[in-house]
């Protein structure tokens, strides 16, 4: 690993986490704060977007290793939010709403792995 390597993490990282912020709170003032649509939302897109770009730059492009480790560990991996995923869905089971909680938990879990497979295939099929 060289300070490139980390540098590039470091950039993608700081802008997928601006990134992810931006998202989130939009969506929240669009939609309210009822349901953790924004950590859904974000991490449905990024389930997407790395399993399209994980299949697509590799089979498709020549691209830098910088650029590839950049933006699939280090955007990707700070606009996703698992980190907050969790968190949410204790506070709504430590609240007693344990419907909203099983929902928010089987939602981004199955809605990231569909995304993240179909991000796959669609990068396959072009």
Do not use: W
């Not at 993608?12 to 709170?25: M, P």
């Amino acid at each position: 690993m060289t300070p490139y390597t980390l540098l590039a993490i470091g950039i993608g990282g700081f802008l997928g986490a601006i990134s992810r912020y931006l998202v989130a709170s939009q969506l929240s003032i669009l939609v309210g704060n009822s349901f953790p649509f924004g950590t859904l939302a974000v991490n449905a897109i990024g389930s997407f977007v790395l399993g399209f770009l994980s299949r697509f730059l590799l089979e498709h492009f020549i691209v830098d290793e910088l650029v590839r480790i950049g933006t699939l560990v280090g955007f990707l991996g700070a606009f996703t939010t698992y980190s907050t995923f969790s968190y949410e869905s204790v506070i709504l089971l430590q609240e007693g709403d344990f419907l909203k909680a099983v929902l928010n938990i089987c939602a981004n879990t199955f809605i990231c792995i569909f995304l993240c497979l179909s991000g796959l295939q669609i990068a396959k099929a072009i």
